[in-house]
């Protein structure tokens, strides 16, 4: 895969500061087109937009040199997200992009799976699969700690499924948990990451992030997943501006309904004419074909592109 960034931000000198601090923590090199216009230094709104757009086409131009050159499948890391989920969500979709990212896992790959509060009641499993002791550790004081600060405004784990996903069969976290964790697969965790780290380990990577589905994917992307396997069971539109949202159904009933925005059907599952692990490889498949821009998923071809950075308070 290649890709460019062109990023032209607005912005207060202090944030730009930070900005620029967390740039080089990721990336010391950073050789990628980047403006940062301060209005409060330009002047007049107008200028200021003048500047963004100039710059931008600039930015452009350099990022139009940018070729498709061929890549490993250990460049590869998958984004792992669930919203708008059902009661066949943990049977079909969920343990389905499980089993994606075993295979990517044991290709060298690396996949990152989020959303804190939907691994309330699963944290035992989780930390035992953690491939040290000081990994573990930081897998739980992470979880205390996003659930005290939920705690201390009123809110918890505990009231984390939504009016959906209750309606369809998801009563309890511990419930809603048990299906969410599958989208992790059964392959070793080989790091925890807070927000916003980038990941740099392959194999599958914990990030603390809301169960909120654009906070989330944002916060997925942010960390250096390329692509996002998106399961829903109720349907929900959500993409991404920077990496490709594949959305996958749990349920057949669901792609019929919502073909415009659902990319790959798992309901196959349920009906008893696709194994967990075909249907596994088939998303992988496709995975590759988005990847080597074969596809284009169709959160991309309607322009779905939700964006919204976590700002660290209480959000499930």
């Known amino acids: 895969m290649a890709g460019a960034t062109l990023l032209s931000l607005g912005c207060q000198n202090a944030q730009a500061s930070m900005l620029k601090e967390e740039i080089k923590k990721r990336s010391p090199s950073f050789e990628k087109p980047l403006y940062i216009l301060e209005q409060q230094k330009i002047g007049k709104e107008t200028d200021h937009i003048a500047a963004a757009v100039k710059q931008s086409f600039a930015g452009l131009v350099l990022a ?8 490993p499948l250990s460049k590869l890391c998958i984004g792992l997200e669930c919203g708008g989920s059902d009661g066949f969500s943990g049977i079909s979709a969920n343990p389905a992009i499980g089993y994606t990212s075993d295979l990517l896992v044991a290709l060298g790959g690396s996949v990152i799976l989020s959303e804190f509060p939907e691994l309330c009641g699963v944290e035992q499993e989780m930390s035992d699969r953690c ?5 573990a550790k930081r897998f739980i004081d992470l979880m205390r700690l996003y659930n005290s600060k939920a705690q201390a405004v009123g809110s918890g784990f505990d009231m984390n499924p939504s009016p959906g996903n209750i309606r369809d069969g998801l009563i309890t976290d511990a419930i809603k948990s048990a299906g969410a964790a599958k989208k992790g697969g059964s392959s070793p965790v080989t790091d925890v990451l807070d927000y916003p780290e980038k990941s740099k380990k392959p194999g599958l990577n914990l990030l603390c992030t809301p169960g909120n589905d654009v906070e989330s994917t944002t916060a997925e992307v942010g960390s250096g997943a390329n692509i996002v396997l998106f399961t829903t069971g109720l349907g929900t539109p959500t993409g991404n501006p920077v990496a490709p949202v594949v959305k996958i159904s749990s349920n057949t009933q669901l792609f019929n309904k919502m073909h415009d925005i659902i990319d790959v059907n798992a309901g196959l599952i349920i009906e008893g ?25 169709s959160a991309v071809r309607h322009g779905q592109d939700d964006f919204i950075p976590w700002k660290r308070g209480v959000s499930l």
Do not use: F, H, M, N
Not at 131 to 135: I, K, L, V, W, Y
Not at 281 to 287: F, G, S
């Open 273 to 297: 004419e696709e194994s967990i692990e075909q249907c596994g490889e088939r998303i992988l498949d496709y995975v590759l074909k988005v990847a080597s821009g074969e596809k284009k998923v």
């Open 131 to 135: 491939t040290d002791e000081t990994t």
């Open 64 to 71: 139009d040199q940018c070729v498709r050159k061929p890549a």
